[in-house]
Nanobody, 127 residues
């Protein structure tokens, strides 16, 4: 069993920065961040493969967000810069245990492909 606990959500002004953290209890091969705004579907933000370190980003956050993993501390982080009001959402950490890097490159964006989810942390960006 894998447990994920997110933290770091807050309210910030547009243009500001936040770092979200997800503590991972249990080894996983692939991790990702998703977000969901009220009335919207859950959407992918960023993914990382533990096996080869490859990272992937949604077009909407590319160049502004950075996903990283600290294996010593068993955490995966999401550094968010140049935040925009449209980044306002609940942010969720997700994990998949069986994850070939080649497969992950193609399928990381689909929420149904993840086995475990955290409870979420809320980010509000005001203009």
């Amino acid at each position: 069993q894998v447990h994920l606990v997110e933290s770091g959500g807050d309210s910030v002004q547009a243009g500001g920065s936040l770092t979200l953290s997800c503590m991972v209890n249990g080894y996983t091969y692939c991790l990702a961040w998703f977000r969901q705004a009220p009335g919207q579907e859950r959407e992918p933000v960023a993914g990382i493969s533990t096996e080869d370190g490859s990272t992937y980003y949604a077009d909407s956050v590319k160049g502004r967000f950075t996903i990283s993993r600290d294996n010593d501390e068993n955490t995966v982080s999401l550094q968010m810069n140049s935040l925009k009001p449209e980044d306002t959402a609940n942010y969720y950490c997700a994990a998949r245990k069986a994850c070939n890097p080649t497969w992950f490159r193609t399928f990381w964006k689909a929420p149904a492909n993840y086995d475990y989810w955290g409870q979420g942390t809320h980010v509000t960006v005001s203009s």
